[in-house]
């Protein structure tokens, strides 16, 4: 079982960034794939990023290119999504998950989930 916190979700205006952070509960973290995910009113679940087990190579929908980048640090179980050029359509709740498919955009591929957090940017 691994339990993951997602934090750093706010307000921002259009623009602007944020960077979110997933802290996750177990030593063997290093062992997973981790990906974000989001999830706007009314629509369904969408990927958003991935990264390997150790952060050598990374994923990301075609929607962020360029403007979102994933890492993790092992050392400390966290997966981070730092978020710049912030626009209104990114408005969801943002989820980390845990999973062993890398580049997987499915999120019946992955058996933990955080919470979540709400990131809203205003226009």
């Known amino acids: 079982q691994v339990q993951l916190v997602e934090s750093g979700g706010g307000l921002v205006q259009a623009g602007g960034s944020l960077r979110l952070s997933c802290a996750g509960s177990?030593?063997?973290?290093?062992?997973?794939?981790m990906d974000w995910f989001r999830q706007a009113p009314g629509k369904e679940r969408e990927f958003v990023a991935s990264?390997?087990?150790?952060?050598?190579?990374?994923y990301y929908a075609d929607s962020v290119k360029g403007r979102f980048t994933i890492s993790r640090d092992n050392a400390k179980n966290t997966v981070y999504l730092q978020m710049n050029i912030l626009k209104p359509e990114d408005t969801a709740v943002y989820y980390c998950?845990?999973?062993?498919?890398?580049?997987?955009?499915?999120?019946?591929?992955?058996?933990?989930w955080g919470q979540g957090t709400q990131v809203t940017v205003s226009s």
């Open positions: 998950a845990a999973g062993l498919r890398f580049g997987s955009s499915t999120p019946t591929d992955f058996g933990f």
């Open positions: 177990r030593r063997t973290f290093s062992n997973y794939v």
């Open positions: 990264v390997n087990w150790n952060g050598g190579s990374t």
